[in-house]
């Protein structure tokens, strides 16, 4: 069917500059309204499903077209005023033009329209979306590129297909005490006059600014990313930050040399204070490096583990492998009710991180190890160890083939899969249908007001 709209698509002709009436049907996967013009699909950044709109087209391609508003004919109801004032230009958040009952709504849609396109289920299991009472001021976490404007130090995100700084100065999503430091920072940094980086001449030091709050602990970490391995002022940046932030607890300097889009260089030291800061969820305590993976949204995470923990129904007597185990966070929540838990992970550096926080945690059943799942789960089970329980939380691009086919030979009785992108979800649901029955699919709104949303979903072995 779809290759057959495909090549409908292909014969519309629809070009640059061209202005049309559009009804949108639907939200895309990136928080676009989606619309049908004589079956070409056309994605229009701001527009709400139901809403008729007049369009500007702004590109064409074979199998799709992409358009601006113009005029909005018919509004939804869904429709409000973004509190931000700077979210039409900065791009981190893509829905605060729509209530927030309104983005669960579409949230819940693409989420089945996923699995519409990809699988052939009849009828899916989609429980209602797990959503917050209150969804701002919820991130622990800012990663914000800095700047000069003006003669001042700004710190933010670049604009949509640019390179254009925007300040984002009390970022509403951000947790109050992350948009203080980020504040008290570019204060310093000014006073003292730092060199910023320069992304064009490549001249200055300071290139990102990241933030850290603990939720739980109230610890504050905060890491500078240099393009150089001197830091001008570095005794009076700390003793300034210092006197202003007394819950700060870790300040560090990543260096990154390359002119590269990675925030990252190799190379991270302690400027001042702890390495790591300290940080829990529920019973287990985490400690984080600066580059430590932590989910950005500890209340929602709550839930989503709450759900992981539901899918995999332990008894105490199951042995447990976490496929993509990052620091250990899903595995040290589900720890305590499995006889034994095995983590796998590439990075060497959070294999540390989750070995450190299973012997914080007094968790003695978790082992992890460095490698990848596809190599180590068959030797698992070669040598007797097989798994009857395996969770998944993979980066977006969805899990590797070699890992589906691993699951596949071991043959668990649950698989449960964390997912950040219901399309790559629906895909390998699709692939692993040939074993597995999807029992149900569990949407949860970690990010508010972007159109990111996560799924947990159940699948149990034919029998």
């Known amino acids: 069917m779809f290759r057959q709209e495909k090549k409908a698509a292909e014969g519309v002709n629809l070009k640059p500059g061209q202005e049309i009436l559009l009804t949108i049907r639907r939200m895309g996967i990136n928080g676009e309204g989606v619309g049908y013009y004589k079956k070409k699909v056309v994605f229009v950044p701001g527009a709400i499903p139901e809403e008729v709109i007049e369009v500007k087209i702004t590109k064409v391609e074979p199998s799709f077209a992409e358009g601006k508003i113009k005029k909005i004919k018919t509004k939804s109801p869904q429709r409000v005023q973004p509190p931000c004032p700077v979210y039409e230009e900065c791009g981190g958040c893509q829905l605060q033009h729509i209530s927030y009952e309104g983005q669960l709504q579409a949230k819940e849609e693409i989420v089945r329209g996923a699995f519409e396109k990809y699988t052939n289920i009849a009828e899916l299991r989609m429980r209602p979306i797990l959503g917050m009472d209150n969804p701002w001021n919820y991130r622990n976490k800012a990663q914000f590129q800095a700047g000069m404007q003006d003669g001042k130090v700004i710190t933010g995100l670049y604009a949509a297909d640019s390179h254009r700084l925007i300040d984002l100065e009390g970022c509403p999503i951000q947790h109050p005490e992350t ?169 060497e550096e959070a294999v540390q991180d989750a070995r450190r926080n299973a012997e914080k945690s007094g968790i003695a059943n978790a082992r992890f190890y460095t490698g990848r799942a596809e190599e180590l789960l068959p030797e698992w089970v070669n040598q007797g160890a097989k798994p009857d329980v395996v969770v998944v939380d993979p980066p977006r691009t969805g899990c590797e083939r070699s890992l589906l086919d691993a699951v596949l030979k071991a043959r668990p009785e649950r698989f449960v899969y964390v997912s950040c992108n219901p399309s790559t979800l629906a895909k390998d649901v699709s692939y692993l249908l040939r074993d597995f029955n999807l029992e149900w699919v569990q949407p949860v709104d970690m990010f508010p007001h972007t159109s990111q949303v996560e799924s947990v979903s159940l699948l149990v072995r034919k029998l």
């Open 179 to 347: 948009n203080r430091m980020l504040a008290e920072v570019r204060d310093v940094l000014q006073k003292l006059n730092v060199p910023i980086y320069d992304e064009k001449k490549r001249t200055g030091v300071i290139r990102t600014i990241i933030v850290r709050v603990g939720f739980e602990t109230g610890e504050q970490q905060l890491t500078f990313v240099t393009a150089d391995d001197r830091l001008p002022r570095k005794k009076e940046i700390i003793t300034e930050l210092r006197a202003r932030l007394p819950r700060l607890t870790s300040i560090s300097q990543n260096i990154n040399h390359n002119k590269t889009p990675l925030i990252f260089g190799d190379k991270t030291i302690t400027l001042w204070g702890e390495e790591r800061i300290a940080e829990s969820l529920g019973s287990v305590s985490f400690s984080l490096s600066p580059r430590a993976f932590f989910q950005l949204n500890p209340s929602q995470t709550v839930k989503l583990y709450n759900a992981v923990k539901e899918a995999a129904t332990l008894s105490g007597t199951e042995r447990l492998v976490d496929a993509y185990c990052g620091v250990g966070t899903i595995a040290l929540w589900l720890a305590p009710d499995a006889k034994e838990v095995r983590g796998i992970e590439v990075i």
